[in-house]
T-cell receptor, first 115, second 114 residues
Framework: GAGVSQTPSNKVTEKGKYVELRCDPI?????LYWYRQSLGQGPEFLIY????????DSGLPNDRFFAVRPEGSVSTLKIQRTERGDSAVYLC?????????????FGPGTRLTVL | AQSVTQLDSHVSVSEGTPVLLRCNYS??????LFWYVQHPNKGLQLLLK??????LVKGINGFEAEFKKSETSFHLTKPSAHMSDAAEYFC????????????FGKGTMLLVSP
């Protein structure tokens, strides 16, 4: 079946602009995660959704970053007034939820470049 | 709080020789530990996981890792490297099982020469 998809694969924008990054999780996965991977670093957690609600948004760096998942499936990460430091690969992952471990399946990422 | 230290940013091996990628972790709870691999322009793929069962964990493509609580280590090994193993490898810790957030190390780039 289809894996996690992310669009666009690449996004170039100018400083100060607004961007939206989309994630389409694996069908039936109720958990959805956003991570950010800067050059030379491992991915860093941004936000976690259980269904429609953000269960943990402690990784969002500031209030310019916001994410939604209105119907419990597709999620959109929104960045206002972009800065050059926001340039990174934004990764989305999804998983099932149960008391036991469930693998997070990652999408290919969106490479954001802020000029 | 949880954290991961990958001791080498780059490891170079020759094809057919053993691979050792080192990882130390810190966790307030009994952790779950993982190794992920990232090939260029591809998504992260789970290699193997430790979730408090057997301490020696076998993964895909001949990789394995051993959980050593006394040393707080979770090193990744493979007996014989293949050219296709060249990629970036991430050691990852989660305090509350796989449905919680993951904390990644900075990654180790594995280079395999013929």
């Amino acid at each position: 079946g289809a894996g996690v998809s992310q669009t666009p694969s690449n996004k170039v924008t100018e400083k100060g602009k607004y961007v939206e990054l989309r994630c389409d999780p694996i069908s039936g996965h109720t958990a959805l995660y956003w991570y950010r991977q800067s050059l030379g670093q491992g991915p860093e957690f941004l936000i976690y959704f259980q269904g429609t609600g953000a269960a943990d948004d402690s990784g969002l760096p500031n209030d310019r970053f916001f994410a939604v998942r209105p119907e419990g499936s597709v999620s959109t990460l929104k960045i206002q007034r972009t800065e050059r430091g926001d340039s990174a690969v934004y990764l989305c992952a999804s998983s099932l939820i149960s008391p036991e471990y469930n693998e997070q399946f990652f999408g290919p990422g969106t490479r954001l470049t802020v000029l | 709080a949880q954290s991961v230290t990958q001791l080498d940013s780059h490891v170079s091996v020759s094809e057919g020789t053993p691979v050792l990628l080192r990882c130390n972790y810190s966790s307030s709870y009994s952790p779950s530990l993982f190794w992920y691999v990232q090939h260029p322009n591809k998504g992260l793929q789970l290699l193997l996981k430790y979730t408090s069962a057997a301490t020696l964990v076998k993964g895909i493509n001949g990789f394995e890792a051993e959980f050593k609580k006394s040393e707080t280590s979770f090193h990744l090994t493979k007996p014989s490297a293949h050219m296709s193993d060249a990629a970036e490898y991430f050691c990852v810790v989660s305090d509350h099982g796989g449905y919680s957030t993951l904390t990644f190390g900075k990654g180790t780039m594995l280079l395999v020469s013929p």
